[in-house]
């Protein structure tokens, strides 16, 4: 069975760090892209950042909301991928998604695969 | 940044009546526009990718169409199990974008 499941969420201080992970299982994680996106409660979802696989040299995308505060990474070894969020603001609260990007010959990736979301809310 | 405007923002209808979606981006992104559908508590589901592919598993009752600017989505007959809220989203740049989403009601 193709699965995400991510951990790491929590109540954090705004300017705090949190460190969010997300296992796979089922595929070959080394040959996809995978990306975070994030719903604040009772909001639309916002895409938080990207990193594309071997193959495109592991490089990097982020919103502009989080770039130079968050950090995404995978270890292909431990089919998992993380989400280093540091100088956190209240809004950052959210639910954060782990998804996999498609791989569809000739085609851009979408999300085809979700977890279930990990729980960040930042508040003093 | 690409802006992807998603109309309408509620929508009530009834089992077996054909609902349409319309999504609109701020400048054109080819074909590369996904709908995902999301119910309360869990997380968004594929659809529709590429504007009008049918994702695996998806019944057929959901179909997309549209290029350049202007995209919809149908549901030709709708379901009890169809009430949730679809969301569109483009990978043509980055950032990537969703749009604001369409809640499905129970007429």
């Known amino acids: 069975e193709v699965r995400l499941v991510e951990s790491g969420g929590g109540l954090v201080q705004p300017g705090g760090s949190l460190r969010l992970s997300c296992a796979a299982s089922?595929?070959?994680?080394?040959?996809?892209?995978m990306d975070w996106v994030r719903q604040a409660p009772g909001k639309g979802l916002e895409w938080v950042a990207r990193?594309?696989?071997?193959?495109?040299?592991?490089?990097?995308e982020y919103a502009a909301s989080v770039k130079g505060r968050f950090t995404i990474s995978r270890d292909d070894s431990k089919n998992s991928l993380d989400l280093q969020m540091n100088s956190l603001k209240t809004e950052d609260t959210a639910l954060y998604y782990c998804?996999?990007?498609?791989?569809?010959?000739?085609?851009?990736?979408?999300?085809?695969?979700w977890g279930q979301g990990t729980m960040v809310t930042v508040s003093s | 940044d690409i802006q992807m405007t998603q109309s309408p923002s509620t929508l009530s209808a009834s089992v077996g009546d054909r609902v349409t979606i319309t999504c609109r981006a701020s400048?054109?992104?080819?074909?590369?526009l996904a709908w995902y559908q999301q119910k309360p508590g869990k997380a968004p589901k594929l659809l529709i990718y590429?504007?009008?592919n049918l994702e695996s598993g998806v019944p057929s009752r959901f179909s997309g169409s549209g290029s350049g600017t202007e995209f919809t989505l149908t549901i030709s007959s709708l379901q009890p199990d169809d009430f949730a809220t679809y969301y569109c989203?483009?990978?043509?740049?980055?950032?990537?974008?969703f749009g604001g989403g369409t809640k499905v009601e129970i007429k």
């Open positions: 089922g595929f070959t994680f080394s040959d996809h892209y």
């Open positions: 590429e504007a009008s």
């Open positions: 998804a996999r990007g498609s791989i569809i010959l000739g085609s851009r990736p979408s999300f085809d695969i």
């Open positions: 989203q483009h990978y043509d740049s980055y950032p990537l974008t």
């Open positions: 400048q054109s992104i080819s074909r590369w």
């Open positions: 990193t594309r696989n071997k193959a495109n040299s592991y490089t990097t």
